[in-house]
Nanobody, 123 residues
Framework: QVQLVESGGGLVQAGRSLRLSCVAS????????MAWFRQAPGKEREFVAA????????YYADSVKGRFTISRENPKNTMYLQMNSLKPEDTATYYC????????????????WGQGTQVTVSS
């Protein structure tokens, strides 16, 4: 098993940046494909970005492509989401997730989840 803890959320103005972190503990971090999802009030949880175990494969939702960057540092058991040019529509709770099998885009494909960190973007 793996335990995931997100941090780095907050309140920012549109156009600014934030970097989210997800620290893992338990089973070796490099065993897991990792992803970020987000969920706004009243909406379904949606895919943001995913990364393969080595970090070589990166996948993004169209809504964040070119603005967000996913990365990981396996020796530090940490994944990041650098969010630039933030928009009010990026406001959501952001979750990191881990999957032993592949870097999917469906929340149901992920076995382990963090508790979430709130990102609020004001206009």
């Amino acid at each position: 098993q793996v335990q995931l803890v997100e941090s780095g959320g907050g309140l920012v103005q549109a156009g600014r940046s934030l970097r989210l972190s997800c620290v893992a503990s338990g089973r070796p971090f490099s065993s897991y494909y990792m992803a970020w999802f987000r969920q706004a009030p009243g909406k379904e949880r949606e895919f943001v970005a995913a990364i393969t175990r080595s970090g070589a494969g990166l996948y993004y939702a169209d809504s964040v492509k070119g603005r967000f960057t996913i990365s990981r540092e396996n020796p530090k058991n940490t994944m990041y989401l650098q969010m630039n040019s933030l928009k009010p529509e990026d406001t959501a709770t952001y979750y990191c997730a881990a999957n032993i099998q592949y870097a999917g885009r469906n929340p149901g494909e992920y076995e382990y989840w963090g508790q979430g960190t709130q990102v609020t973007v004001s206009s």
